[in-house]
């Protein structure tokens, strides 16, 4: 089971590192370099996930459509072949608008797209077979093997970039982007060796069922435990997601980091990111999961307003220990939350429910995104200081993590598991479907 694991972790990892060239570098030079709005890149950052409500359809669609007596490997292969196009595209996004702002609109809509495309495809149908393949009792070991090696990935591939591309040249981030797409789908393509047995129809007893966006609604307003998880996992991700694109230029317009500095402060976070995995992996089974899950939501939270403060201080040192503090909690937060989000679905409806999880993890990017880059924009207007566009968001997600760490407490697994197993309402969900 142990190279099952790794190779899930290896899929994660390809899918992870296409997303840092624009979250860590692409973002920088466009916001800062280049002078284009925040909302604008935003607008364009979050259009991939206005697709995230396919997942369930996808979830369901390859549990009753294997493709050569397989389930899972050609939606991965196909969403890993888009993520990787997309990347590789996307610097033309930075060159075309300082040349011609539509094509470079339509480059960023073609890139983005692809990307996002590509990472609903594959995102829920490699969670759904590490589910399939872990078991319940293996399950947290698989979850921090995936991420572990997916931290590893991301700090690797900031490294390279930041060294890549000390400072904006178009050739040579064109030529980055293309280094670390190949290196994506070679990771990619090496998770996916054989790793899904092939699926016997004729063995099978029981078919698989059909959902519908309608019915993933019904699972979750039906069921309330469900209902308070999936806003508990938008105000959750989009807090912590939506800092991805404004980390970089904040460093660079606070304390005049250069973009190869600016580069590395994924590594750094993610450095602690990992730290925190190693610590959760070894609190597993001792301590509870919403306990581990509470103080990765709490340390968060400090980062988030440490961050705060070394903008309104202008301290550099203060900046780095609350980036130091968003990763560490960051990494608690993911390892027990996703560990929680496994125990809250049900054998027979593996699709369904990943779905819609998966549903929520795009719609807070998609909040997170739009609220960082509008609201920034807004604010710096509003006061005539670009900085502080930066803080009030920083402060708004430091709230959002208040909420959720206040609703992790009204999550009941128990609840959750007797309310999807209770007769009446598999019927209320079916009936929503005549």
Same mark, same amino acid.
């Not at 178009?170 to 054989?194: H, M, Q």
């Not at 609604?217 to 912590?240: D, G, K, M, Q, S």
């Not at 996703?338 to 593996?350: A, G, I, Q, R, W």
């Given at each position: ?66 493709? *050569? ?5 050609? +939606?991965?292969?196909?969403? #890993?072949?888009?993520?990787? &196009?997309? $990347? @590789?595209? /996307? ?69 390279? *970039? ?5 400072? +904006?040249?178009?050739?040579? #981030?064109?030529?980055?982007? &293309?280094? $670390? @797409?190949? /290196? ?251």
């Amino acid at each position: 089971m142990f190279l099952k694991r790794f190779q899930l972790a290896l899929i994660h990892t390809a899918v992870a590192m296409t997303l840092v060239p624009i979250n860590s570098t692409l973002n920088r030079v466009m916001i800062f370099d280049l002078g284009i709005s925040k909302t604008l890149f935003t607008l364009l950052a979050i259009f991939p996930y206005l697709l995230s409500p396919i997942q369930v359809a996808i979830g369901s669609f390859s549990d009753r459509h294997p493709v *050569l007596g397989y389930r899972r490997t050609p +939606y991965i292969f196909a969403g #890993l072949i888009l993520c990787v &196009l997309g $990347v @590789a595209v /996307s610097p033309q996004i930075a060159i075309l608008m300082s040349q011609n702002f539509t094509l470079g609109i339509i480059a960023g809509v073609l890139a983005f797209g692809m990307w996002g495309m590509g990472y609903n495809l594959s995102a829920v149908s490699y969670l759904s077979l590490a589910s399939e393949l872990s078991g319940e009792k293996e399950r947290g070991k698989t979850i921090a093997t995936m991420f572990t090696i997916m931290v590893i990935g991301l700090i690797a591939t900031g490294i390279a *970039l930041s060294r890549m591309v000390p400072t +904006y040249v178009p050739e040579v #981030l064109n030529r980055a982007f &293309l280094i $670390v @797409a190949a /290196s994506a789908l070679t990771l990619g393509l090496l998770g996916l060796f054989k790793l899904e047995p092939r699926f016997d129809a004729s063995s099978s007893t029981t078919k698989a069922d059909t959902y519908t966006v309608k019915q993933m609604t019904a699972a979750i307003t039906e069921n309330p435990v469900a209902r308070i998880f999936f806003v508990y996992l938008l105000l959750l991700l989009a807090a912590i997601l939506g800092q991805d694109v404004l980390l970089e230029p904040f460093g660079a317009q606070a304390f005049g980091m250069t973009l190869e500095q600016t580069s590395r402060i994924v590594s750094i976070t993610n450095s602690f990111t990992l730290i925190a995995f190693i610590i959760a992996g070894f609190l597993d089974g001792r301590v509870k999961k919403k306990y581990v899950a509470q103080s990765g939501n709490l340390g968060a939270l400090i980062g988030f307003l440490t961050i705060v403060l070394s903008g309104f201080t202008a301290n550099l040192t203060t900046f780095y220990i609350g980036i130091t503090l968003l990763g560490l909690g960051t990494g608690l937060s993911t390892i027990a939350n996703l560990s929680l989000m496994f125990d809250l679905t049900v054998p027979e409806k593996v699709g369904l429910y990943i779905g819609a999880w998966g549903f929520s993890s795009g719609l807070s990017r998609l909040v997170g995104l739009l609220m960082a880059g509008v609201v920034a924009d807004v604010a710096t207007k509003l006061t005539g200081n670009a900085l502080s566009g930066y803080l009030i968001v920083f402060g708004l997600e430091a709230l959002m993590m208040f909420i959720a760490a206040i609703m992790l407490y009204r999550i009941d697994v128990g609840a959750f598991q007797k309310k999807a197993h209770d007769p009446s309402f598999v019927e209320k969900v079916a009936l929503t479907t005549e």
